[in-house]
């Protein structure tokens, strides 16, 4: 099934009619939307969590998004952003390594031409797969496509929504592609072959070993770093994450460097992350309070 919505609302996500129930056609039939290009950052923010339409594809139990929810997956996402080579080397890789299988190729909101060239991949799998799987698909693509590329962690979150095609004074240069006359992706064949690549064993997550801790006498950032990484029960990620952005705000740190650990440490140290507008929408808050000298 296909499922979208926009990010900022509180409202399930809606079921879209497909006309030959096969979830990777709605993107033949589909109609971007059309934005201006954003002017700064606030601008990007007002359109992805406002405007912009975003998709799942697979099955959910529940029509409000997240990993619990979501059984599996029927379509491979891949964000290519900031790509660090020529765009024709990186068009000429995908429909390389692609060639043979259904695939769809567009532009997002903050494409331009040679100055942040960046791209969403979708691919048409031939089974539904879960969380595990899906991890695993992502790499061994990323690593068989060999693009030299940003990687964006929300790849990692099982429920992220990815959004759908837009239109900007930009795009029109982009080189889109919807390939749907070829095979659809064989998952198991792939599987076997991305996990016997020796690099799939160095990324997978290892056993946490066991540490004797060699410091007796702790100080204030040792303990902080320790609490990062030791993450949050599920119940309470809401409060541990605002608890975390305020310690690094009392302490002096630049809102840059402040996000940017926060989104780290959700995506990679919490056994659920939170989705990116909760923790936009926390550090936002909690910026705001500091700034008034709460």
Not at 121 to 143: H, K, S
Not at 233 to 241: A, G, K, M, S, T
């Amino acid at each position: 099934m296909i499922y979208t919505n926009i990010v900022n609302t509180k409202a399930p996500m809606k079921i879209e009619k497909l006309r030959d129930n096969r979830d990777f056609s709605f993107f033949k039939d589909y109609e971007p939307q059309s934005f201006p290009y954003p002017a700064n950052e606030k601008q990007e923010r007002e359109i992805k969590l406002n405007h912009m339409k975003i998709i799942i594809a697979g099955t959910m139990t529940d029509l409000h998004r997240n990993n619990d929810n979501l059984k599996s997956r029927s379509l491979l996402f891949l964000d290519i952003d900031g790509v660090q080579e020529p765009e024709t080397d990186m068009m000429a890789k995908i429909e390389l390594k692609l060639n043979g299988f259904n695939y769809a190729l567009y532009p997002t909101l903050k494409y331009k031409p040679i100055e942040n060239v960046r791209y969403r991949l979708v691919v048409e799998l031939d089974r539904e797969v879960n969380a595990e799987d899906y991890q695993t698909l992502i790499f061994g693509l990323y690593e068989t496509l060999g693009i030299v590329y940003t990687f964006d962690q929300s790849n990692k979150t099982f429920s992220q929504a990815q959004a759908l095609p837009i239109i900007t004074e930009y795009t029109k240069e982009a080189q889109t592609r919807y390939q749907d006359d070829k095979k659809v992706f064989p998952v198991d064949t792939f599987l076997k072959i991305f996990r016997n690549n020796p690099n799939y064993t160095q990324a997978k997550p290892k056993q946490k070993p066991f540490y004797k801790s060699n410091h007796t006498n702790k100080k204030y950032t040792g303990a902080f770093l320790d609490e990062l990484v030791a993450g949050a029960e599920h119940f309470n990620r809401n409060n541990w994450i605002t608890r975390q952005i305020g310690r690094m705000l009392s302490v002096g740190a630049d809102l840059e460097t402040v996000y940017k650990m926060i989104v780290v440490v959700n995506e990679n140290f919490l056994p659920e992350p939170l989705t990116q507008k909760e923790v936009y929408e926390t550090f936002e808050s909690m910026t705001k309070k500091h700034s008034r000298g709460a």
